[in-house]
């Protein structure tokens, strides 16, 4: 495995993700997106990566992470997805969504869309509103879904102001059977059969998943929850420096990796399998 190469940036990394690849492409990753968290100011960045390993005229390696861009993020990141080559969507701890357009002429990046309010612990305008961190997002253009800590899952769709649904208004575990978890729904009365038959699927699937995991034949248990590498010869190899903060995030394209740290270091190499 070639060397993995590492860049102090003076900001903790909460998240990393590889810009994705046309289809059908036969390039190797180039470039990726990271967030930051716990910092006085917070960033989303786009950073382009060269050809590793090759000497420079000064004897230094060439291919250093090199920054395209930045903008600032009010609060922490929770979690960064590209949403297609140009946008990348964030989830932010003041329960803000935001969609950021990266503009390749001038290396910039700006504003495209954002959902002030994509969670909430009561009503926008109210005496007691407080914002609850956004705490994941996926992405499938057109549409975006988040969660947050206020118990709700919301549908957004990038050419629309306001949330397309929110699915689940309130989650509670039952307090003496913590095997038991409650929901609340607030769909609207036009929801289309699709959307209905998606979302039954997944309570299916969640509900199949839970009940089963007490059934299931230790025969069968995948080898990679195993409490023991060697029955299964599973090998382990030590990636970073052993001495290193929070690793918070990674992500990998192909034979390419990249993870970010508690310690201000993003380290990338590409060619994790060689």
Partial sequence: MEEIYAKFVSQKISKTRWQPLPPGSLQTAETFATGSWDNEE?????????????????????????????????????????????????????????????????????????????????????????????????????????????GRINLFRA?????????????????????????????????SFHQVKLFNELLTFLSHSISNQAHVHQSVISSWLSTDPAKDRIEITSLLPSRTLSVNSLDVLGPCLVCGTDAEAIYVTRHLFS
């Fill in 42 to 150: 917070n960033y989303v960045s786009l950073w382009s990566i060269g050809d590793f390993g090759n000497l420079d005229s000064d004897g230094g390696f060439e291919g250093d992470h090199q920054l395209l861009c930045d903008i600032r993020h009010h609060g922490d990141i929770m979690d960064l997805q590209f949403f297609d080559q140009e946008r990348i969507v964030t989830a932010s701890s003041t329960g803000c969504v935001t969609v950021f357009l990266h503009h390749p002429n001038n290396q910039t990046l700006s504003v495209n869309q954002q959902w002030t309010t994509a969670h909430y612990h009561t009503g926008p305008g109210s005496p007691s509103y407080s914002s609850a961190p956004c705490t994941g997002i996926v992405c499938n253009n057109p549409e975006i879904v988040t969660v947050g800590e206020d």
């Fill in 159 to 191: 050419d629309h102001k306001e949330a397309v649904r929110t699915i689940v208004w309130e989650v509670h575990f039952h307090p003496s059977n913590p095997d038991h978890l409650f929901t609340c729904l607030k769909m609207d009365p036009f929801v």
